[in-house]
Protein backbone atom coordinates (compact mmCIF):
# COMPACT_ATOMS: atom_id res chain seq x y z
CA UNK A 1 0.00 0.00 0.00
CA UNK A 2 1.60 3.65 -1.57
CA UNK A 3 1.41 6.61 0.88
CA UNK A 4 -0.28 9.40 -1.05
CA UNK A 5 -1.44 11.72 1.43
CA UNK A 6 1.27 14.71 1.05
CA UNK A 7 0.59 15.14 5.22
CA UNK A 8 1.31 12.01 5.73
CA UNK A 9 4.90 12.06 3.48
CA UNK A 10 5.40 15.00 5.32
CA UNK A 11 5.41 13.43 8.88
CA UNK A 12 7.60 10.43 7.97
CA UNK A 13 10.21 12.84 6.19
CA UNK A 14 10.49 14.89 9.49
CA UNK A 15 10.52 11.67 11.72
CA UNK A 16 13.58 10.61 8.85
CA UNK A 17 15.27 13.98 9.16
CA UNK A 18 14.99 13.36 12.94
CA UNK A 19 16.41 10.20 13.04
CA UNK A 20 19.63 11.19 10.95
CA UNK A 21 20.01 14.16 13.79
CA UNK A 22 20.07 11.61 16.36
CA UNK A 23 22.36 9.42 14.69
CA UNK A 24 24.92 12.06 14.04
CA UNK A 25 24.38 13.36 17.56
CA UNK A 26 25.30 9.57 18.60
CA UNK A 27 27.85 9.51 16.56
CA UNK A 28 29.83 12.72 16.85
CA UNK A 29 29.37 12.01 21.14
CA UNK A 30 31.09 8.57 20.68
CA UNK A 31 33.79 10.79 18.89
CA UNK A 32 34.21 12.91 21.51
CA UNK A 33 34.14 9.59 23.98
CA UNK A 34 36.72 7.88 21.86
CA UNK A 35 39.19 11.68 21.94
CA UNK A 36 38.78 11.73 25.59
CA UNK A 37 40.14 8.19 26.12
CA UNK A 38 43.22 8.60 23.85
CA UNK A 39 43.53 11.80 25.87
CA UNK A 40 43.65 9.54 28.89
CA UNK A 41 45.65 6.63 27.62
CA UNK A 42 48.26 9.02 26.76
CA UNK A 43 48.44 10.75 29.37
CA UNK A 44 48.99 7.67 31.56
CA UNK A 45 51.80 5.95 28.94
CA UNK A 46 53.12 9.72 29.23
CA UNK A 47 53.34 9.16 33.17
CA UNK A 48 54.72 5.40 32.79
CA UNK A 49 57.46 6.87 30.56
CA UNK A 50 58.69 9.36 33.40
CA UNK A 51 60.59 7.11 35.22
CA UNK A 52 62.95 9.18 36.15
CA UNK A 53 60.00 11.65 38.51
CA UNK A 54 60.18 10.94 41.97
CA UNK A 55 56.85 11.09 43.72
CA UNK A 56 57.13 13.32 47.25
CA UNK A 57 57.72 11.30 50.30
CA UNK A 58 55.42 13.84 52.49
CA UNK A 59 52.44 14.49 50.65
CA UNK A 60 52.99 10.81 48.24
CA UNK A 61 50.62 12.51 45.59
CA UNK A 62 52.70 15.31 43.58
CA UNK A 63 56.06 14.65 41.77
CA UNK A 64 59.05 15.78 42.92
CA UNK A 65 60.96 18.85 40.87
CA UNK A 66 64.32 18.25 41.38
CA UNK A 67 67.55 20.73 40.08
CA UNK A 68 70.94 20.35 41.35
CA UNK A 69 70.31 23.06 44.34
CA UNK A 70 67.01 22.91 45.19
CA UNK A 71 64.53 19.94 46.18
CA UNK A 72 60.21 21.12 46.04
CA UNK A 73 56.90 19.95 45.91
CA UNK A 74 53.50 21.77 45.54
CA UNK A 75 52.62 20.51 48.93
CA UNK A 76 55.47 22.81 50.40
CA UNK A 77 58.67 20.87 50.58
CA UNK A 78 61.42 22.90 50.19
CA UNK A 79 64.92 21.62 50.75
CA UNK A 80 68.33 23.03 49.28
CA UNK A 81 70.54 20.64 48.21
CA UNK A 82 73.93 20.04 46.28
CA UNK A 83 74.74 18.35 42.80
CA UNK A 84 71.02 16.18 43.53
CA UNK A 85 69.77 14.55 40.55
CA UNK A 86 66.38 12.74 40.28
CA UNK A 87 68.43 9.46 40.00
CA UNK A 88 70.32 10.04 42.98
CA UNK A 89 67.38 11.22 45.27
CA UNK A 90 65.17 7.86 43.96
CA UNK A 91 68.29 6.01 45.10
CA UNK A 92 68.53 7.73 48.08
CA UNK A 93 64.94 7.13 49.20
CA UNK A 94 65.18 3.22 47.82
CA UNK A 95 67.69 2.37 49.88
CA UNK A 96 66.28 3.94 52.57
CA UNK A 97 63.21 2.58 52.58
CA UNK A 98 64.26 -1.12 51.76
CA UNK A 99 66.95 -0.34 54.70
CA UNK A 100 63.99 0.36 57.17
CA UNK A 101 61.64 -2.53 55.69
CA UNK A 102 64.03 -5.02 56.62
CA UNK A 103 63.95 -4.40 60.63
CA UNK A 104 60.17 -3.17 60.52
CA UNK A 105 57.23 -4.18 58.93
CA UNK A 106 55.76 -0.52 59.26
CA UNK A 107 55.93 2.27 56.56
CA UNK A 108 57.88 5.13 57.63
CA UNK A 109 56.65 8.84 57.59
CA UNK A 110 58.67 11.70 55.48
CA UNK A 111 58.52 15.72 57.39
CA UNK A 112 60.84 18.09 56.92
CA UNK A 113 62.95 19.84 59.72
CA UNK A 114 65.19 22.30 60.12
CA UNK A 115 68.49 21.57 61.09
CA UNK A 116 71.16 23.75 63.15
CA UNK A 117 72.01 25.92 60.49
CA UNK A 118 68.12 26.42 59.93
CA UNK A 119 68.68 24.65 56.40
CA UNK A 120 65.28 22.62 55.78
CA UNK A 121 66.41 18.72 55.75
CA UNK A 122 63.66 15.72 54.70
CA UNK A 123 63.80 13.61 58.08
CA UNK A 124 62.42 9.50 57.51
CA UNK A 125 61.06 8.66 61.36
CA UNK A 126 58.74 5.55 62.16
CA UNK A 127 56.09 5.82 64.91
CA UNK A 128 56.19 2.35 65.62
CA UNK A 129 60.27 1.04 65.59
CA UNK A 130 62.56 3.80 66.94
CA UNK A 131 63.90 4.20 63.03
CA UNK A 132 64.92 8.09 62.53
CA UNK A 133 67.00 9.17 59.53
CA UNK A 134 68.16 12.14 58.37
CA UNK A 135 68.48 11.83 54.43
CA UNK A 136 71.32 13.95 52.81
Known amino acids: ?3 EDPDELA ?24 RFD ?3 LNAMLDG ?4 DRVICPVCRKNNLTVKAHLV ?3 CGLYISTQDMTEG ?6 ESTLTEHSQRCLH ?10 EEEASLLMSCPVSVNVRLLE
Open 107 to 116: SPEFTVTSGM
Open 88 to 93: KLQSLL
Open 38 to 40: EEC
Open 11 to 34: VLEEIQQELILQEQLVIEEYERSL
Open 48 to 51: LDAT
Open 72 to 74: CCQ
Open 1 to 3: QML
